[in-house]
């Protein structure tokens, strides 16, 4: 085994510190925490293979020094026991790393002002038997095991309570950080050039590592601190994924309690949805927003270190039907405030490694690790982290900017947002991304390539995101165009985030940090700083490059590539599902969706223009009837001619015009509507608002077009079967264009390109003519009958002809069989109604399985 030693935090001769030795050495470490762990960048590092990347952490609060196990995958030991959390009691502790007999640790808890003194490395192989060093004391038992007893140092939340007077020793002063730790936002505006000595920047939304968040002036007794976004909140968090009143924290006599406000994302304890009152124990993860806390028995600490906000991916491959891997044994580290960019040839595998990294498509094996957590387990609480702008704009091309991210907002932040502070948040983004003066242009019509694709940077930076990735941004724009971009990727990445973004274009690539080149079969053939790409494949240009990762020979003609620090190992088997979003206040997000579908159907000319159009043309295509009998069978002598030819003209005319208006509705949203999604919008909801908009506006262009067929004529006879008249035609056109809507939306739905739409559109409006019965006879005929059931018009088309009463004539034409569908009874026209009901509600169901599953199907 190969052990490094890292240089921590320097202990200071007045500060606590802990003493860490292994068998690579010794050293005295300070700060707040101290991880140890496989990755490189721990500030203790065990190149073992039984040890997790970050495996454990050393954590200092006010009442000592902690063990924590950080949910490492062979566990933390202490004399045989595998333990969760361990107090330091200043004697030797031997831990045990990965197993009974994994690589020997041992740490020690020094007092304030206790120099520094040597201990000889642990007896023994590192992987021999579990043993301590001479006098050390039994371990303690961890906190939360069943045999625990109550730790005899930690005081009880009654009588003196700790929070009287200063806090605690070794605790760092309200807003400052702790000593050796840098301060917020503290950093460079230049490139980072992975100096892992350099001050790391926060990104917005979230507190500098190692600040305390709960007041120091606490009340005497117990109390209740309110948590939230709220300026009135004890707990002040600036954070846009933070509820006004989020959270509460029970200081009681006891134990304190956490509890959720019915807040908008949730709040977590060590990665799990907390839903009623959890009590906190020394060293829990508490995870609010965007933000990671750290109970540390008096305070809330905060975890924004280099390592917490380095992105960590172990052996990602992705494995479809059949064996082909898309990509293969992915492994690298993207340490914050970097910009790194993802090239190569088409069918490398550069997008299906995008939505592995985001979690919206996970690999079939391998880790994605953020925050110490990993992403594919924790889907639920860490997607709210991540921003993911897609190759095709994730913004309405009618809507202005302004509407555009105002709508974004409304979706994305949580509910209790008040109008002022979402406009604030709108103007941020705006500014931020340089869009004042184009705020109130049309994002289609108005704004360049370049502008547009800085919408939709700026619809994303709505919820403040530290991880942001991008799917060739910089596509079919010029190369001025294409730097610009990049560009301002390079200032979003400056401010702390993790920035990943794939291109085909290599103009820029000097703005990156890291570049990674994939070959075809989605392996890493390079990984580093742009300025060695040329140089590890030994071409002097690009072209070059592109055409050596062709070559069946690439890896005998190229070094093999760095691998990340610290190594990593592949993941064994198939990583955990996707965690479903959680609850969402979907009555707000129908009420965003119904007022965003209007200004839609509003703005977009072509769209209005049918809506309005379409039933006066072909409501005036038939007046073109021959006769003025109108509807009425005494009025034309009991010939049902005249009469079935309106109705005929307008179950096509209906049927068209539901079709028409929805058939392109979904498919030409796709990329926005996948995108909302993975952040919180219900599909249902997203139907329903189509429905609710667009089904109506064509029930009233149902409405309209009877009206304009059937003015100034006779109606039914005897004011048809329900003593209505011309409504009830009304009522069976409308309901038809309604249901044939939902159809559309279903169609939309289930297509993958625009150019599906037309044959699909003509096809549908042919069933329903034909299979409607206006044409010919479909009763009484095997299987065409049956198949007649399942087309609205069939019963539309009936519905209207039992008010009109066609089927009186026919009984007295000799040997004519009437349709019974067209008995004109009160309850046979009702009866064609609910089967058009049902029709339509079945319809209604196939779109919504269709709508969830368009959310999350790979792009074709």
């Not at 730790?181 to 503290?186: D, L, N, Q, T």
């Not at 508490?286 to 809330?300: E, I, K, P, S």
């Not at 580093?528 to 003609?557: I, K, M, N």
Request: glycine letters at 14%.
């Amino acid at each position: 085994m190969t052990d490094q030693q890292h240089a921590g935090p320097p202990a200071g001769a007045g500060g606590p510190s802990v003493r860490v030795t292994h068998p690579g050495g010794s050293a005295v470490l300070g700060g707040p925490s101290v991880t140890i762990g496989r990755d490189g960048r721990c500030e203790v590092v065990v190149a073992h293979d039984d040890v997790s990347r970050r495996h454990a952490e050393l954590r200092r609060s006010g009442e000592g020094w902690f063990l924590v196990d950080l949910g490492s995958t062979n566990g933390t030991w202490v004399d045989g026991q595998r333990i969760s959390h361990l107090r330091l009691d200043g004697h030797p502790v031997p831990v045990r790393l990965g197993g009974r007999e994994g690589p020997l640790v041992e740490v020690q808890a020094l007092g304030a002002g206790v120099a520094p003194s040597p201990v000889a490395p642990p007896a023994g192989p590192p992987g021999g038997p579990s043993g301590g060093a001479p006098g050390a004391l039994p371990p303690t038992p961890a906190w939360g095991s069943p045999q625990a007893p109550p730790h005899p140092a930690t005081p009880p939340y009654g009588a003196p309570p700790p929070w009287q007077g200063p806090p605690p020793q070794g605790l760092p002063p309200q807003g400052l950080p702790p000593q050796g730790a840098p301060a917020y936002g503290e950093g460079h505006r230049g490139r980072p050039g992975g100096d892992p000595g350099r001050p790391v920047v926060a990104p917005p939304g979230l507190v500098a590592h190692g600040h305390t968040v709960l007041p120091d002036a606490r009340p005497a007794g117990p109390a209740v601190l309110t948590i939230g976004r709220s300026r009135s909140s004890d707990v002040f968090i600036d954070d846009p994924l933070v509820s006004r009143q989020h959270a509460s924290l029970e200081l009681g006599p006891v134990q304190p309690v956490l509890r959720d406000l019915g807040s908008f994302n949730g709040t977590h304890v060590n990665g799990a949805r907390i839903t009623g009152a959890v009590g906190l124990r020394g060293g829990d993860e508490v995870a609010v927003g965007n933000q990671t806390f750290v109970w540390d028995g008096y305070q809330l600490v905060s975890r924004a270190g280099r390592s917490d906000l380095t992105l960590g991916v172990e052996g990602l491959t992705h494995v479809v039907k059949g064996g082909k891997r898309l990509i293969d044994q992915i492994s690298f580290q993207l340490e914050p405030a970097t910009l790194t960019g993802v090239i190569g040839p088409s069918g490398a595998g550069k997008s299906t490694l995008l939505g592995a990294l985001t979690g919206l498509n996970p690999a079939s094996h391998g880790n994605v690790v953020w925050q110490g957590h990993d992403l594919y387990t924790h889907y639920d609480q860490m997607r709210f982290q991540i921003g993911l702008v897609p190759q095709q704009d994730i913004q309405h091309p009618q809507l202005t900017v302004r509407q555009g991210l105002t709508y974004a907002a409304r979706l994305r932040l949580p509910p209790d947002t008040s109008p002022e502070e979402l406009t604030w948040r709108v103007d941020g983004v705006v500014a931020r991304m340089q869009l004042q003066r184009q705020v109130d242009n049309r994002i289609g019509t108005q704004l360049s390539g370049g502008q547009k694709k800085r919408v939709s940077i700026a619809t994303e930076l709505l919820t403040a995101p530290p991880l942001l990735f991008l799917d060739e941004p910089t596509s079919g724009l010029d190369p001025g165009l294409d730097r610009d971009v990049m560009l301002q990727l390079r200032d979003l990445s400056d401010e702390g985030r993790v920035v990943v973004v794939v291109t085909h274009s290599v103009l820029a690539l000097d703005t990156c940090d890291n570049v990674v080149v994939l070959a075809p079969g989605g392996r890493v053939a390079y990984f580093g700083p742009p300025s060695g790409v040329l140089a590890h494949f030994r071409c002097a240009t690009y072209p070059e490059v592109f055409d050596l990762l062709d070559e069946p020979d690439l890896w005998q003609r190229i070094p093999p590539p760095p691998g990340p620090p610290g190594g990593h190992a592949s993941a064994a088997g198939a990583n955990s599902a996707v965690t479903p979003p959680p609850p969402q206040s979907l009555t707000r997000q129908l009420g965003t969706l119904v007022r965003r579908n209007l200004s839609l159907l509003l703005a977009d000319r072509l769209l209005l223009a049918m809506l309005l159009l379409m039933p006066l043309v072909l409501g005036g295509l038939s007046r073109l009837v021959q006769g003025d009998a109108g509807m009425s069978m005494a009025e034309a002598g009991l010939s049902m001619g005249e009469a079935r030819q309106r109705l005929t003209i307008l179950v096509v005319a209906a049927a068209l015009m539901g079709v028409a208006v929805t058939i392109r509705e979904q498919i030409k949203e796709r990329a926005i509507f996948k995108r909302e999604y993975a952040v919180g919008l219900s599909p249902g909801v997203y139907l329903a608002s189509k429905i609710l908009v667009l089904g109506v506006a064509c029930f009233g262009q149902g409405v309209v077009v009877t009206v304009i067929g059937t003015v100034g004529l006779p109606g039914p006879d005897d004011g048809g079967v329900l003593g209505l008249g011309t409504v009830e035609l009304t009522l069976a056109i409308g309901a038809l264009a309604f249901t044939m809507a939902v159809t559309g939306l279903a169609c939309s739905a289930a297509v993958t390109s625009s150019e599906q739409t037309m044959p699909i559109l003509v096809g549908l409006v042919m069933v329903q003519l034909v299979l409607s019965g206006a044409l010919f006879d479909v009763d009484d005929r095997p299987f065409l009958e049956q198949f007649a059931w399942l087309a609205p018009a069939r019963w539309a088309y009936a519905a209207a002809a039992s008010s009109v009463d066609i089927h009186g004539p026919l009984e007295q034409q000799p040997g004519a069989v009437p349709d019974p569908l067209y008995s004109s009874t009160a309850g046979q026209y009702l009866g064609d109604m609910l089967m058009l009901g049902v029709l339509c509600a079945a319809t209604v169901v196939v779109a919504f399985v269709l709508t969830r599953r368009s959310a999350t199907a790979p792009d074709r």
